[in-house]
């Protein structure tokens, strides 16, 4: 399986690069909203995508709505990882196409539970 990772922390790039990688997956990594989308456009043969919140220039939620928008990546699985905890980020998050919503800090634990919601056997 293959998991896009869009963070501008290097550091959680890199954590979630480590868990994913030991669960099984292959990573790619993305800084911004646009190296995401240049990345899915040219390969769009993702099961997963990691998504933070708060990214330069365009955030992680119209992130999601454009993703959602691409017919290429229709079975493409949304997780939002961000610091955001308000109820209502989470509410908007999924109805801007989002799959599943962990909040940071979080533990392998954690994230691989939210993978085995997702239908991801881990």
Do not use: C, H, Q
């Not at 868990?19 to 646009?34: Q, R, Y």
């Not at 229709?74 to 908007?92: G, H």
């Amino acid at each position: 399986m293959r998991a896009l990772i869009i963070d501008d922390s290097r550091a959680m790039r890199s954590i979630l690069s480590g868990i994913l990688g030991e669960a099984g997956f292959d990573t790619v990594p993305a800084a911004d909203a646009e190296e995401a989308l240049t990345i899915l456009e040219a390969d769009p043969e993702f099961e997963l995508a990691l998504v933070d919140w708060n990214l330069p220039a365009m955030s992680g939620l119209e992130l999601v709505a454009a993703l959602r928008k691409m017919p290429a990546l229709a079975d493409l699985r949304l997780m939002m990882v961000t610091t955001e905890t308000e109820l209502e980020r989470v509410r908007k998050a999924l109805e801007y196409g989002a799959d599943e919503y962990i909040m940071k800090p979080f533990d392998k634990e954690m994230l691989l539970e939210k993978l085995t919601l997702l239908g991801i056997d881990v």
